[in-house]
């Protein structure tokens, strides 16, 4: 999926990694669908357990992540044999690695939900700061207070220290505070920046920058542009702000604040956040000339990954964490604190990786078992089994000197690089916490809007005042946004006047659909032949034999439907307990700006739909018929893009579109002398550039059904029309058009559904950017529905869009209901 | 029958039409094959040139390209590669991606021959840290070592899983002193592999090198004002920083001393440190001070001295913990007088001191104009690039084939994957077949009083939206205990109101004489409907199977939704999780080869496929 997540990029290089999902331009409507299943379930809770009652001595325990046993990475292995340590101790537990499929993108968070979903979740799972008020809410931890109860108090402060006890130790949905979780380690961002480019530019590499002008400066120095040197990185995408929050939480802003009464409100609107995004924002636009080449201060990219492994980002920020303190080459990268902002103080976010048990587990003794492992897993025991690995494999420079000096190698902790260790402290007693409040895993994508929206803004000729109140402006709104739709807060007024104007157009709508239904059964019904009076035995056996199918779509149909529906009028819950809301989702609907904007997108993808993916195939059917050489092998070629699995197509597309001078549409666009194009990234070329692979995709295996139609046109016809002298265009129009008048109709009908409805390549190719310019309703419900978890709204959503293309559905069965289907074999 | 007719065909404008046509169709061609192309080409590249978006690889016919290729393969990170060869481009800067390299210039045909008889001689007498096994260590990919490693860790361990024998190669970086053999349960098959591959395989390591790049390089810089401060402070006459000679002992000038003593307190191995005898016993000391009795030093070591005395300073086949300890002695003096550094660097240099014992005839059989025996660099770069030409072929042919053989085995041994595929394609074939036209059949031949009631039922939700019913259906398929079995797949979708009505259409038009005829001879429905109605629709049932065949191989995020669980992972859901594991080459590789049967289908099965579409008439 095309949206990196941020904390995956934070987290090392594994985020070098290959970004779509797997995507079949040619099978839409059932592939829609799926994409919006795929995220849904990762909110599901199983009603059944997954902890079986075993007789046998053995308790398994499922962890949702183990050190694997052929894997000879000096950290892994080390893992491996403080877990064998830990079934040496405990021979009655088993332990066993959970086998889920690795999501990407933004659904990664969550991505342990779609095991809970499915009945597979592991009896350990992994929780952060931003998931963790999701999956107490949610009631998907088990409290661990019988257990944590037990720890003596020097040890319960030295396991959950106090400056993250806020996180761990709360209130959960029955109101009463429980810890949650134990945490494994915390992690901490820190600056991390290339000794060479330093030294390439005549910096220090002892000397790094230490605060914000600093920064500036160095990253001015490092930059050069003709050696494609970038001096700073900014991620795009739906968490590009977790990138900037080193800046935001140094200028001292807060994501999000507690009230007194317990509830969280976003607070990036301060003047603080306002200088935090002023200044990064200004860091991404700046340029830099050097050697009269002018080019970017700063790469700004989904990719900044790969810039920064390929050596050509001169600083950037990754997170520290205390048994992996480099992940990096230390000879080349050098380490420092978070530069300090405005307020003069280095102010990191801190987050920590935590372990908690499964609310599912019943069995008593697999949650005792698992305990024991997460308690094992980070003793003092489990750290000194590591540590002698680590130091036996020669990988003694790569862990926390303080685990050194404690167990038994105080000289190796000397050759650790020096200083990072404090860093690493300095980090974590300094640091302010990850938001941890309600549904804060979408913080960053309602962060980033408001940057990627600012990052487009031209601030040229404007005075520093101005340019503060356009972001202010910018930053005020996305704060309304996110206090509306993450944390639900609407004032009453404002609900009042929602519901009464929604109650009045669902009473007009609802006729009309109703009037509808009763046109299309009237259609029908008179098209269908009448009963012809067949025997009874008859009807029985046509009963039988027509029983599977209605069974089916009664089941698979009619019932989804009536349970979907009626989740429009609630706040859907997924552990159940779901609440009656009346109207109140389609009164949010209706007054939602960007649902009508979306709306405004979907026409237009629409109306392009048309031009590229409707009506090329009838051409190219036309085409094929008429040559009279090569007719088999131009079919074959034209099909090829349908044989190629889907999400293959889109990544090479997304090659195909690479905005560099080097990418393969700019290159061909040069040759023929025209400029460079931004494509993807250009709102004005991103929905044809969206529109166009699809197009692409279906051509030939649309193209073959017109195809097959030509076939079918009688040659009596042709001749007829060859006495009266008729040319090619005559045929075309008055042989060839009327004959194929039905499917063209059928077929343009269900395009135009199509185009509207369809929501899914957005999410594979430019996740509703940029700036919101391929933000069509289609993807808008799936965004709403799955990952802001509005279902109810999504639903209601999807009901009006539904209504919307009525009268197509019920204009296309009603010629449906007038033709009837031939093969065209002769 | 075309359009245009025999005459309007040969006709001036006809023949303008075609040719139009026939440009068009070219145009368009060129499009829809031209990714499929790149897939193509993608699938036998790597990671220098996995971005280059060109149809034939350039490795092919660019030595260039080949070498740059080779190179990352060989040494496998780009600094690395810059300390062992010291590789430069035109103005003398060293390399910061593989992909800007350029081929060397090749020396003096007898300098080669001196560097290889040089090699062949010290092959065998060399400790292991001399040489360094290349062409091992790839990042999310698979190398020609790496590649031979886990065949062989296979082969060792029969029992261990596909996916499980993958194992991570780290580039042996002797120089660095944090680098160790691999130790853990197949530490006895890299040895085993290390042992018995051919030479060149192995690359010097390059002391001298590792000091220009990792000491040098990076406190004075590599570019052309970094060589100036350093000439300046050092007073030396260098072109490049990369030029840089290591002193074997502590260097006079003050400057160079600092850079020399960073260099050997934290960064070089004490693999490649001896000591002055004179310096022994303040080794020992150190020893006894943490040790206390030799005892439990011989506990660490594993080995056997009788008292200090006796103990050497740590060299060839000592134990990682007495390197780690000469480490630490090393970093811990103030003076580093008396340490002694050893490098293939110096033993070439030796050799060809020995040899031609003047610099001169030196100079005449090498056509060149040393000044110095010390002046002269190891030729790895240049080397690389003779065995890259001499072992062309082998090397072109393993690059096109590697990742397809690795995906091939990682599709073949994973098991589940290719059958779960073809029970789901089956039954997913077999249902198309049955659900619809038997209800479809009904209709027509029955033509029940319900009939039009029922069809309205089965063909209404077409008219709502289709969102609605989404998240309903996966919490129905959940509470049905369905999730991560075969019919998850399969029953959904199954029955479809749409194609009933297309088939009953369809059937409508069967005549209806041999409906009377088959009743009069006594024929029930079933068979009826099995031996006269299925065999007269056989086109347009083939084009449903064939429909159903596809939907079902290429499946991917409906089956990675409703089967989590890996045994019942579908082929494309494995191929899906592979292109997390590994870069898009191999994904690449895996996806041609997936490809492969939809392609085949479709063109044996095209006629079949022309003949069962159904088009709507008017009636």
């Known amino acids: ?286 340029t830099v000339t050097k050697g009269g080449v002018t080019g970017a201060l700063a790469y700004v990219g989904a990719d900044g990954w790969s810039k920064i492994l390929a050596g050509k980002v001169g600083m950037f920020f990754t997170e520290l964490s205390e048994s992996n303190l480099t992940a990096f080459d230390p000879e080349v990268l050098g380490t420092a604190p978070i530069p ?30 698992a305990w024991k492992y997460i308690k094992f897993s980070n003793s003092e025991e489990a750290h000194r089994i590591y540590t002698r690995t680590m130091v036996e494999l020669g990988a003694a420079h790569m862990i926390n000197p303080v685990w050194l000096e404690e167990f038994g190698y105080p000289e190796l902790a000397r050759l650790a690089p020096v200083g990072l260790i404090d860093i690493y402290r300095a980090a974590v007693r300094d640091g302010i916490l990850e938001p941890f409040g309600r549904n804060c895993q979408f913080v960053y994508t309602y962060m980033s809007a408001p940057l990627e929206r600012l990052s487009y803004t031209k601030f040229n000729g404007v005075s520093d005042a101005e340019r503060d109140a356009i972001i202010k402006r910018t930053l005020v709104e996305a704060v309304q946004k996110t206090n509306e739709r993450m944390l639900g807060h609407i004032p009453p007024e404002a609900r009042t006047k929602r519901n009464t104007t929604a109650w009045a157009i669902a009473a007009i709508t609802g006729t009309v659909f109703v009037v509808f239904i009763g046109f ?186 017109y195809l097959a139609a030509l076939k079918g046109i009688p040659d009596e016809l042709y001749e007829a029309s060859d006495i009266d002298g008729a040319a090619f265009f005559d045929k075309l129009r008055y042989v060839v058009l009327p004959y ?87 | 029958m075309a359009i245009l007719n025999r005459i309007q065909q040969r006709s001036l404008p006809g023949r303008i039409l075609l040719l139009f046509f026939y440009v068009i169709l070219s145009f368009g061609a060129v499009w829809m094959v031209y990714p499929f192309l790149l897939m193509v080409s993608g699938s036998v590249k790597s990671e220098v040139d996995s971005r280059q978006m060109d149809i034939i690889p350039s490795y092919l016919f660019d030595e260039t390209a080949l070498f740059r290729k080779f190179s990352q393969e060989r040494y496998g990170k780009v600094d690395l590669a810059t300390a062992m060869t010291r590789a430069r481009d035109e103005k003398g800067d060293r390399y910061y991606s593989f992909g800007d390299m350029a081929t060397p210039q090749m020396p003096s045909d007898r300098e080669m021959k001196d560097w290889q008889s040089f090699l062949e001689a010290v092959r065998h007498k060399w400790p292991a840290h001399y040489l360094s096994m290349g062409h091992a260590y790839g990042h999310r990919s698979v190398t020609e070592i790496g590649f031979k490693f886990s065949h062989a860790i296979r082969e060792a361990f029969p029992n261990v899983s596909a996916q499980e024998t993958v194992a991570p190669i780290v580039p042996e970086e002797w120089n660095n002193r944090y680098y160790q053999l691999p130790q853990g349960p197949y530490a006895g098959v890299y040895r085993d592999l290390r042992g018995s591959i051919s030479p060149r395989y192995f690359y010097p390591i390059s002391i001298e090198g590792t000091y220009a790049v990792k000491t040098i390089g990076i406190s004075y810089g590599t570019d052309a004002s970094a060589v100036e401060r350093l000439n300046r402070e050092w007073s030396t006459d260098y072109r490049s920083t990369l030029d840089v000679r290591l002193s074997p002992t502590l260097p006079e000038n003050a400057a160079e001393r600092a850079s020399w003593s960073d260099f050997v307190r934290n960064y070089l191995s004490s693999r490649f440190i001896s000591l002055d005898e004179i310096r022994l016993p303040g080794y020992r000391t150190f020893l006894e001070e943490k040790y206390t009795n030799i005892a439990s030093l011989n506990k660490v070591y594993g080995t056997r001295f009788d008292s200090w005395a006796g103990v050497p ?65 190891m030729p790895t770069l240049a080397h ?178 409703v089967c989590q669980d890996e045994s019942m992972w579908t082929l494309m859901v494995y191929i899906y999780q592979m292109q997390q594991d590994y870069n898009a080459p191999i994904v690449f590789a895996a996806l041609v080869i997936a490809a492969i049967p939809t392609l085949v289908v479709f063109i044996l099965c095209q006629n079949v496929i022309m003949k069962g579409i159904v088009i709507p008439v008017e009636k």
């Open chain 1, 1 to 286: 999926m095309k949206i990196r997540s941020a904390a995956r990029c934070f987290q090392g290089l594994s985020a070098h990694t290959m970004k779509s999902a797997f995507y079949n331009p040619a099978k839409v409507t059932m592939l829609r669908f799926i994409f919006m299943v795929a995220a849904v379930i990762l909110w599901l809770v199983p009603e059944h357990s997954v902890g079986v009652e075993r007789a046998d001595a053995v308790v398994t325990v499922k962890v949702f992540s183990l050190p694997q046993k052929g894997n000879t990475e000096a950290s892994n292995v080390a893992a491996y044999k403080v877990m064998q340590r830990f079934l040496e101790l405990h021979p009655d537990v088993r332990l066993e690695s959970s086998t889920t499929l690795k999501i990407e993108g933004d659904v990664m968070d969550a991505a342990p939900l779609m095991a809970i979903a499915a009945g597979t979740s592991p009896d350990i799972i992994y929780v952060n700061f931003r998931q963790s008020d999701t999956y107490i809410s949610q009631g998907f931890l088990y409290p661990l207070d019988e257990y944590i109860n037990e720890l003596s108090p020097e040890e319960l402060v030295e396991r959950i220290p106090p400056s993250i006890k806020p996180v761990i130790y709360r209130e959960g949905p029955d109101g009463q505070s429980h810890y949650w979780a134990m945490p494994k380690e915390i992690v901490a961002p820190v600056l991390l920046f290339r000794k060479d480019l330093f030294a390439r530019a005549g910096l220090d590499p002892r000397k790094p920058p230490t605060d914000w002008k600093e920064l500036e400066e160095a990253a001015r120095k490092i930059a050069d542009p003709g050696a494609g040197v970038y001096g700073l990185v900014f991620h795009t995408g739906a968490n590009a702000s977790h990138g900037i929050s080193p800046y935001l939480s140094s200028a001292g802003a807060k994501a999000v604040v507690q009230l007194p009464d317990g509830r969280w409100k976003a607070h990036f609107d301060t003047p603080e956040a306002i200088a935090g995004y002023g200044f990064a924002i200004r860091l991404m636009q700046s």
């Open chain 1, 340 to 369: 300090k902002g405005p307020t003069g103080r280095s102010i990191p976010q801190i987050n920590a990786r935590m372990l908690g048990i499964y609310a599912g587990v019943k069995d008593k003794r697999t949650r005792d078992a």
């Open chain 1, 520 to 705: 299309v059964f009237k259609w029908m019904s008179k098209e269908l032949t009448a009963s012809s009076g067949r025997n009874r035995h008859q009807s029985v056996l046509a009963g039988i034999f027509i029983l599977p199918a209605l069974f089916l779509i009664l089941v698979w149909q009619y019932y989804p439907l009536a349970r979907g529906s009626l989740m429009a009028f609630q706040d859907y819950n997924l552990m159940g307990a779901s609440q009656w809301v009346g109207i109140n989702n389609f009164a949010d609907v209706l007054f939602d700006i960007q649902f009508w904007s979306s709306l405004k997108n979907a026409f237009y993808f629409c109306a392009l739909w048309m031009i590229f993916g409707f009506a090329p195939p009838v051409a190219l059917a036309v085409i094929l018929q008429e040559i009279p050489l090569g007719r088999v092998m131009f079919r074959v070629l034209f099909y090829i893009p349908a044989v190629v699995s889907g999400v293959v197509i889109l990544f090479m597309w997304r090659a195909i579109y690479d905005p560099s001078p080097d990418g393969i549409l700019n290159r061909i666009i040069s040759f023929f002398g025209g400029s460079a194009q931004q494509w993807l990234q250009d709102p004005n070329l991103a929905m044809i550039c969206v529109v166009f692979p699809l197009a692409w995709a279906g051509l030939g295996p649309s193209s073959i059904i």
């Open chain 1, 740 to 826: 194929m008048k039905p499917l063209l109709v059928i077929n343009a009908v269900g395009a135009t559904i199509y185009g509207f409805k369809s929501g899914d390549a957005i999410l594979a190719m430019t996740g509703g950017g940029p700036n919101g310019a391929t933000q069509v309703v289609g993807y808008e419900i799936w965004q709403r529905t799955f990952l802001f978890l509005k279902f109810g709204q999504g639903t209601a959503m999807a009901w009006i869009l539904g209504l919307i293309l009525l009268s197509f559905t019920a204009y296309q069965m009603r010629i449906l209901a007038r033709v009837e289907f031939r093969t065209t074999q002769k």
């Open chain 2, 313 to 377: 300073f740590p060299s060839g086949a000592a134990s990682a913990s007495a390197f780690a300890d000469a480490d630490l002695y090393i970093r811990s003096l103030s003076d580093l007088s008396g340490v002694t550094i050893h490098s293939p660097d110096f033993e070439w240099r030796e050799a060809l001191r020995a040899d031609y014992a003047d610099i001169g005839r030196l100079n005449d059989a090498w056509e060149s104009q040393y000044s110095d025996f010390d002046e002269i660099l």
């Open chain 2, 384 to 561: 690389d690039y003779l065995l890259m030409k001499q072992n062309k072929a082998a090397i072109i042919s393993d690059f096109l084939t590697r990742n397809y053989r690795f995906a091939w085995g990682q599709i073949v041994s994973n098991g589940h994957g290719l059958k779960n595929t073809t029970i789901f394609c089956l039954l997913n074939v077999v249902t198309a077949l049955i659900v619809n036209p038997l209800a479809a059949y009904a209709l027509s031949r029955f033509q029940p009083g319900w009939g039009q009631g029922a069809l309205f039922v089965l063909m209404a939700t077409m008219a709502f939206p289709g969102e609605v019913t989404q998240i309903p259906s996966f919490l129905l398929l959940r509470d049905l205990n369905m999730l991560n079995t075969f019919a998850a797949l399969v029953i959904p979708a199954a029955a479809n109101g749409y194609s009933i009505f297309l088939l009953k259409g369809f059937f409508d038009s069967l005549p209806s004489e041999l409906y009377e005829a088959a009743t009069i001879d006594g024929c029930g429905e079933l068979r009826t409907f099995f031996s006269i109605t299925m065999p007269l629709s056989a086109p347009i049932l083939a084009v449903i199977a064939l429909g159903a065949f596809t939907a079902a191989y290429g499946s991917f995020m409906f089956a990675l939704l």
